[in-house]
């Protein structure tokens, strides 16, 4: 069973800038895309980031030139830098094994706790 454990989450001004980390264990990751969500409170959780096996790239147009995702395959972790944080982007979020249908990107696997980010002043 894969097990997903995200960290890194905190309490950041605007304009800063925090990089979460999520470790996978279980899994077949050094094969499988992997993707970052975010939940904001009452909101429903939304696509962010993935990144292929090989290391390509796709963001969702919010985080754009902001957000950079990538990952370890020898230590099966993924990462995601945030800069330049707004407000809105305060959430809790995830990371999980992800698989591209249509233009979309489904979480395969059982969500961990995440990581809970807070852009404050």
């Known amino acids: 069973q894969v097990q997903l454990v995200e960290s890194g989450g905190g309490l950041v001004q605007p304009g800063g800038s925090l990089r979460l980390s999520c470790s996978a264990s279980?899994?077949?990751?050094?094969?499988?895309?992997m993707g970052w969500y975010r939940q904001p409170p009452g909101k429903q959780r939304e696509w962010v980031a993935a990144i292929t096996s090989a290391g390509t790239t796709n963001y969702a147009d919010s985080v754009k030139g902001r957000f950079t995702i990538s990952r370890d395959n020898a230590k099966n972790t993924v990462y995601l830098l945030m800069n330049n944080l707004k407000p809105e982007e305060t959430a809790v979020y995830y990371c999980n094994e992800v698989l591209r249908v249509a233009g979309d990107y489904y979480g395969m696997e059982s969500w961990g706790k995440g990581t809970l980010v807070t852009v404050s002043s």
């Open positions: 279980g899994s077949m990751f050094s094969i499988n895309a």
